[in-house]
């Protein structure tokens, strides 16, 4: 599948192990170390690098990373499966999305830098280790813990891949996602800021590896379907990539994909009330949701104005002026890709 990759190269048996990575220590003394699975078939083949809570307070990603490996049989298996189940371990243990220590966000900080601020570390310890030799980077999110979403896909184009939108596509189809985004490296209206070309995905297309975001849920709890969702998907991408034989259920060939995605934020503080849920449509002039003052007067309805794809919901009702209470998709087109 990759020519970097020499194949029918036998292992000598298949074989598991564990370790961590040293990305330096805490204040206290203590080693920060992030941990790591391996799996190897009896013959080498290619290499599949899934990353879980690179933000630290996706918990979702952990779990379907886990669960994934733990039902992997290296005796069944062609290649390598790596799996970091927390990527982010400062964060993970702060509950948050990024470390306190400097704030910064680690899926905008690859290829990392060895001597850069506590993140910048990690980041680069994470992918000296295995994003120079993944062919397929699977970077596992979700949203924050403010939110409910339906499993969707995140993925971005660059300019140095190896890999065809198309057959990005193909990939991003195993995991039979509500919406593929197609998401803008330079910042545009209506995505959050920041430096997205950090993006673990982005820099191991660079690397020519496969890489695709997977947003399974909300943040900071355990959502058992998405989970699952989550590892069918990654058992169907290694059957699909050969490191299993091809799945049994055939792989959905039509993705709805997204090209222009927008938050939509209150106007005014106070109470938020959802009236859709989230991976269903809403046609122009609907309304999502509404605001109520703390005397439960209705200050705001929240309408859409063009027809538009609820990609994530609030479920945390308590709302400032400018927080987000959906983000929606408002462009997208049905698209076929190749199996
Ligand atoms: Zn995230």
Known sequence: MNERIPQSQPFATPTAERGTISAGTSASGSEIRIPYLVKRGRVDGPCLWVNAAVHGDEINGVFAAQRFFDRL????????????????????????????????????????????????????????????????????????????????????????????????????????????CRMPVANAAGELPGNIAGALDYQSLSQGAIAFMVELGGGGRLEEDHVEHGVAGLMRLAGKIGILAAPADPISHRIRQVTTRAHRLAKAGGLFEPKVLPGTAVSAGASIGSVRNLFGDVIEEIVVEADSWVIAVRRDPVVHSGDRVAFLATEWSDVDVAG
């Open 73 to 180: 049989d290296p005796a069944d298996m062609t290649g390598t499966v790596v799996v970091t189940p927390v990527a982010n371990v400062l964060a993970f243990g702060e509950r948050r999305k990024t470390t306190l220590i400097d704030s910064i966000d680690m899926d905008q900080s690859f290829p990392g830098r060895q001597n850069g601020f506590a993140t910048e570390r990690a980041a680069a310890a994470l992918f000296d280790r295995f994003g120079k030799s993944a062919d397929v980077v699977i970077n596992i999110h979700t949203l924050g813990a403010p939110f409910d979403a339906a499993p969707y896909a995140v993925y971005k184009v660059h300019p140095g891949a190896r890999v065809s939108e198309t057959e990005l596509l193909a990939h991003i189809a195993c995991f039979e996602p509500t919406i593929a």
